[in-house]
Structures are given as structure tokens and as C-alpha cells.
Nanobody
């Protein structure tokens, strides 16, 4: 049984910063990351980080967001220079290769005011 617990969401003003955290139980995961879903839109990739530190970012957040990972199945998303269009529910993702499986957190609301 794998559980992902997210924290750090909230309401901030445009231009501000927010830091999201996600801790996954169980084994070490080969890939962890963040997706987001805004009202009326499909879920989209924000950023991922592999077990060897390789990162991938959506074009819309490059230069503003930073993903990092510690050694205990915890992933962080530092969000700077936030914009109203960043408003969404942010979901944590954990992927393991053996056996192959993907796990999702329940999501945390991020709201950016104009």
C-alpha cells in the first residue's frame, strides 16, 4: 500500500512564492513529480525528477519553479514569481519501475490572486 501526502498549498498574491511538499510511503521511486489541473482543463505536467536527479519542466514554469528530492521519498516544488494562471490543484506523482506502477496524491489547492 502506497500513500502520497501533499502539503504547502494555499492562497498567495501574484509575484509571491510557495513551496509544495510530497512524501510517499513504501519503496524508493524512480520518478517523482508534480502535475496540475485547472478548472475546465486536463491535468498537465509541471515538473519531474528522477532517482538520479534528472529534471524536466513544462515550458510555462521554466525559470520560475524548481523541483528537488531528498533521500526519503520526499519531493518539493519551489514556486516563485507566481502568476494567476498558475492557479490549479497540484498533484504529486510517484512512479516505480519494478513492479511498474504509478501513484497519485489527493492534490493540494494553489490559488494566485491578481
Amino acid at each position: 500500500q502506497v500513500q502520497l501526502v501533499e502539503s504547502g498549498g494555499g492562497l498567495v498574491q501574484a509575484g509571491g512564492s510557495l513551496r509544495l511538499s510530497c512524501t510517499a510511503s513504501g519503496t524508493i521511486f524512480g520518478l517523482m513529480g508534480w502535475y496540475r489541473q485547472a478548472p475546465g482543463k486536463q491535468r498537465e505536467l509541471v515538473a519531474t525528477i528522477s532517482s538520479v536527479g534528472t529534471t524536466n519542466y513544462a515550458d510555462s514554469v521554466k525559470g520560475r519553479f524548481t523541483i528537488s528530492r531528498d533521500t526519503e521519498n520526499t519531493v518539493f516544488l519551489q514556486m516563485n514569481s507566481l502568476k494567476p494562471e498558475d492557479t490549479a490543484v497540484y498533484y504529486c506523482l510517484a512512479v516505480r519501475a519494478l513492479p511498474p506502477n504509478s501513484y497519485w496524491g489527493q492534490g493540494t489547492q494553489v490559488t494566485i490572486s491578481s
